[in-house]
């Protein structure tokens, strides 16, 4: 998206504040990963110099927006999210949800809107949550003015990558849950976390028919494996359908379909981790991009607070026909 020349702006942000919803007994943990998602995104090749970087806790703008929006969506609504729901349960917080969390899609609403951005890409699981804030923006527009854009979400062409499952078979790839392979990852724990990777539970013997389907390893090449990958790495197989045919009938090895990831994804993440360490040997330029970033993200944010704040009737020291009217009004008297 960002080479494609199709978007006047692109925004992304480093979520702080949302990371708190479950992390509010933890702030050294969120503020040590900023840095370290910063980093993730440098090293992947997003440009600075073409989208703008911010983080979310220095826009005051995107929590003013949430308070405003939470009058336009219930409780029960934000319950009945499948996505919240799941992630209730995967955090414990069945008992106890804290309100920041259940209230999340409502932030998320904030960041799209902020920005009247018209497209965010997301993963499959985060489909519901965009709704809620097309929801949101309806409800807005219409009790107010046409103010806000209705985003439309865009999910990746590959349909592997729609909801990558942990290296543990569960769920999806999260830090929280630790289940991930990250970009910092050294060779050899990329290697460790390949060789762990679950498989087909019914594959014990190498002459053992073997099932794709639900079989981590495979959802992983079908996300990331190249034509190039074979001819590089594996040769005896022209494609990523006679590697599966052949582990369907039987004769080949989990070991050897994990060392095939494994040098795929090296060499994905080798020339990341160069970039990544020319970053982390320069990281007061990274703070510097991370504070312009957030000061260009600011500036539009407030120009479209400004235009809910109208819309909404509450901009009581910019109006000045609500002024002169009280004037008038009083005068009368």
Do not use: W
């Not at 990558?161 to 990250?182: E, T, V």
């Not at 190498?206 to 990958?229: K, M, R, S, W």
């Not at 360490?277 to 970033?293: A, H, R, S, T």
């Amino acid at each position: 998206m960002q080479e494609s020349n199709k978007y006047d702006k692109i925004y992304i942000m480093i979520a702080d504040g949302q990371a708190l919803t479950d992390n509010a007994d933890k702030p050294e943990k969120v503020r040590d990963n900023i840095i370290e998602v910063a980093l993730d995104y440098l090293s992947v090749g997003i440009d600075p110099n073409k989208v703008v970087i911010f983080i979310q806790s220095m826009i005051p703008e995107l929590t003013e927006l949430t308070f405003y929006y939470s009058n336009l969506v219930t409780v029960s609504r934000l319950m009945r999210n499948p996505t919240i729901k799941s992630e209730i349960k995967m955090r414990g917080f069945e008992e106890s949800v804290p309100a920041g969390f259940l209230n999340y899609p409502i932030s998320q609403a904030a960041d799209i809107t902020a920005f009247k951005a018209n497209i965010v890409p997301v993963g499959e699981d985060q489909l519901p949550v965009v709704e809620v804030s097309r929801e949101i923006v309806r409800s807005f527009n219409r009790i107010y003015s046409e103010v806000l854009v209705e985003p439309q979400a865009v999910l990746p062409e590959n349909e592997a990558c729609l909801r990558l499952p942990g290296i543990d078979g569960n769920a999806k790839m999260s830090k929280s849950l630790g289940n991930g392979i990250y970009l910092s990852d050294t060779t050899e724990e990329v290697n460790k976390k390949v060789m762990s990777m679950y498989t087909d539970p019914k594959h014990l013997k190498v002459e053992d028919p073997g099932q794709v389907e639900g079989n981590t390893v495979f959802t992983y090449l079908d996300a990331f494996c190249e034509i190039e990958h074979f001819e590089k790495f594996l040769p005896e197989y022209k494609n990523l359908e006679e590697l599966k045919a052949h582990y369907i009938r039987g004769g080949l090895g989990d070991v050897k379909i994990k060392r095939f990831l494994f040098s795929i994804l090296e060499d994905i993440l080798t020339p990341i981790r160069a970039k990544r360490k020319e970053y982390e040997q320069n990281i007061p330029y990274v703070y510097e991009m991370l504070e312009e970033g957030s000061k260009k993200a600011r500036e539009v944010a407030m120009v479209t607070m400004a235009e809910v704040k109208k819309a909404m009737k509450i901009n009581y020291f910019d109006d000045n026909e609500l002024i002169q009217k009280h004037v008038d009004l009083y005068k009368g008297e």
